[in-house]
Nanobody, 124 residues
């Protein structure tokens, strides 16, 4: 029911910052909790951050706490992931995902809709 398109990935040096955006189609964006996931080559897809329908509640993986910030704009139908103090181990394809629930989940299996992904590469 919702189409997701990520953007904002790229190549940055360690310690740098990037902001990822996920644009959602339709008029039902506010009905979904949203999440950001990432997947590095040879590794499983892992949760990065989640945000509730309203944006009032956010959750982060321990590996990114204090460095990444998830937010959403329900007027623009967009969710963001602000990434700071990037490390080489942050290198991955980052995916935006949506689930028809009030709150975000921690497992990829809990999300119904996915974007195509955007590559983030952090050089040392």
């Amino acid at each position: 029911q919702v189409q997701l398109v990520e953007s904002g990935g790229g190549l940055v040096q360690a310690g740098g910052s990037l902001r990822l955006s996920c644009a959602a189609s339709g008029r039902t964006f506010s009905s979904y909790a949203m999440g950001w996931f990432r997947q590095a080559p040879g590794k499983e897809r892992e949760i990065v951050a989640g945000i509730s329908r309203s944006g009032a509640r956010t959750d982060y993986a321990d590996s990114v706490k204090g460095r990444f910030t998830i937010s959403r704009d329900n007027v623009k139908n967009t969710v963001y992931l602000q990434m700071a103090s990037l490390k080489p181990e942050d290198t991955a394809v980052y995916y935006c995902a949506a689930r028809p629930s009030a709150y975000s989940g921690t497992s990829a299996d809990e999300y119904d809709y996915w974007g195509q992904g955007t590559q983030v590469t952090v050089s040392s």
